[in-house]
């Protein structure tokens, strides 16, 4: 695992999340009348409630479109979702302008080529543990944990931790549940 500075941690205002192979493990299931089927972490739903809480904006960034995405998204408080985006690194910077705040305020989360110039510009690209050759090269930071089993939570905690506020936070997220 690579490490990154309680500077980079500071700085973090946004976390931008790819779907799938990082909210899911990159397999999609199909039903007999073809529907999607996606799994989901817990624990990383936990930690986007705790960067929520802990004043992190999550936003999702899909290059696939699923009416699932959305309805994950809407369980989970996350306000801003992007779906169908090839060009992602655009819409990093169009979110980046929106919010007023420069890439170095902005971590991504990828596991794949399509992540790859984000991962690249932001202030803290990450990549989950069995993303593609490519990206675990290119990234600041590779969690642990692999791709929709609970990377996201495992980088909330990196950023936190860096921070320095990760006990504070849970302390109090944990007293307003």
Known sequence: MLSFDSGAAADIKLLILDVDGVL???????????EEIKEFSVR???GIKVAQFAGVEVIFLSARVSEIVKRRAEMLGVREIYQGEQQKLEVV????SKHGVGLGAIAYVGDDLVDMASIREVGLGVAVADACADLLESAR???????????VRET??????????????????LAGI
Not at 24 to 34: D, F, K, Q
Not at 157 to 164: K, M, T, V
């Open 141 to 151: 930071y590779v969690t642990e944990a692999p791709g929709g089993r609970g990377a």
């Open 93 to 96: 910077r169009q979110i980046a």
């Open 24 to 34: 899911t493990n990159a397999h999609i299931v199909l039903g007999p009348s073809g």
């Open 44 to 46: 990383d739903g936990i």
């Open 156 to 173: 909330v905690e990196a950023i936190l931790r860096a921070r320095g506020d990760w006990k504070e936070v849970v302390a109090e997220f």
